[in-house]
Nanobody, 118 residues
Framework: QVRLVESGGGLVQAGGSLRLSCAASGWIWSPNTMGWYRQAPGKQRELVGTISSAGNPNYAESVKGRFTISRDNAENTVYLQMSSLKPEDTAVYYC????????????WGQGTQVTVSS
């Protein structure tokens, strides 16, 4: 079984920073691409960004230049450094590990709340 556990969410003022962590445990395969999604109240879950095992990130346009995804493969941990936060960044942030094949489902963390006050 694979387990993803996020941490680091909280309340921050606009313009501030937060760092989220996602610790993966269980039978983790390599290479893999992990990602971060977010879901704001009343909205669909949206991709924030992904990072490959080689450390190559991709970002949604809405967070480019403000968010940075990194990872520590030895610790099976992925990070989301968020800077210049805006109220519209308020959401529950989820860590994501896509499935290897049709024999399993995608893996999601339980989510961590990020609230940005104006």
């Amino acid at each position: 079984q694979v387990r993803l556990v996020e941490s680091g969410g909280g309340l921050v003022q606009a313009g501030g920073s937060l760092r989220l962590s996602c610790a993966a445990s269980g039978w983790i395969w390599s290479p893999n691409t992990m990602g971060w999604y977010r879901q704001a109240p009343g909205k669909q879950r949206e991709l924030v960004g992904t990072i490959s095992s080689a450390g190559n990130p991709n970002y949604a346009e809405s967070v480019k230049g403000r968010f940075t995804i990194s990872r520590d493969n030895a610790e099976n941990t992925v990070y989301l450094q968020m800077s210049s936060l805006k109220p519209e960044d308020t959401a529950v942030y989820y860590c994501y590990l896509p499935r290897r094949g049709n024999f399993e489902s995608d893996y999601w963390g339980q989510g961590t709340q990020v609230t940005v006050s104006s």
